[in-house]
């Protein structure tokens, strides 16, 4: 699996947009990009994935540059309860048997 | 509340023990996954199940590690001879394979080992 660099924190003011980066430079053509989260003492949390398109759901939207090589998870209008360890994970697909591999991630911090 | 549940939440035990965790996935999910955390760092993958099959264990998992799925539903993971390194917190994971891919995760179990 394709190794993935984040920033180790970031800050956002409560109600604004969330822009998280993530660098994944040697991502193969059939690895996916997972996103998932994992507020203080929970599991974690699956947001959104994507392999080459722009995606969006109900929490978030991912926004991958045309030649793969990085990402961005927006949270269009971060809450506190969006304070959370941020994961970018790259993964081939299914028969691989799903298995994540979490880097250190980035710590967003919401603030009021 | 993912549907995912893990017991017990914590165990505090003894170097040398024996401990054991139990992880009862969401019932139609035929995968189910373990990974460990430690503190400050992501989770690290275990091993994982197929229906009951395991299918494949890191290295990470060493010979005082033994994970079963014995009917393809709930999963236990046993740790003999607890050392203090083993302190993590245990996540347990399952997913359909096949579809959606989203892997849910219980609330894990936090193991001290003093």
């Known amino acids: 699996d394709a190794k993935t660099t984040q920033p180790p924190s970031m800050d956002c003011a409560e109600g604004r947009a969330a822009n998280l980066p993530c660098n994944h430079s040697?991502?193969?053509?059939?690895?996916?990009v997972y996103w998932y989260r994992q507020i203080h003492s929970q599991g974690p949390q699956y947001i959104i994935h994507?392999?080459?398109n722009n995606e969006t759901n109900e929490m978030a939207s991912l926004i991958i540059t045309e030649d793969r090589k990085s990402s961005t998870l927006i949270l269009p209008h971060a809450t506190l309860r969006d304070t959370a360890v941020y994961y970018c994970?790259?993964?081939?697909?299914?028969?691989?048997?799903?298995?994540?591999?979490f880097g250190a991630g980035t710590i967003l911090r919401v603030k009021s | 509340d993912t549907g995912v549940s893990q017991n017990p939440r914590h165990k505090i035990t003894k170097r040398g023990q024996n401990v054991t965790f139990r992880c009862d996935p969401i019932?139609?999910?035929?995968?189910l996954y373990w990974y460990r955390q430690t503190l400050g760092q992501g989770p690290e993958f275990l091993t994982y199940?197929?229906?009951?099959?395991?299918?494949?264990k890191s290295r990470l998992l060493s010979d005082r590690f033994s994970a079963e799925r014995p009917k393809g539903s709930f999963s236990t993971l046993e740790i003999q001879r607890t050392e203090q390194g083993d302190s993590a917190m245990y996540l347990c994971?399952?997913?359909?394979?096949?579809?959606?891919?989203?892997?849910?995760f219980g609330p894990g179990t936090r193991l001290t080992v003093l």
């Open positions: 040697t991502i193969s053509g059939n690895e996916y």
């Open positions: 994970i790259v993964r081939a697909d299914l028969e691989y048997g799903n298995k994540l591999v």
């Open positions: 994507g392999l080459k």
């Open positions: 199940f197929q229906n009951e099959a395991q299918l494949e």
């Open positions: 019932s139609e999910h035929n995968r």
């Open positions: 994971a399952s997913c359909l394979a096949g579809g959606s891919d989203e892997q849910f």
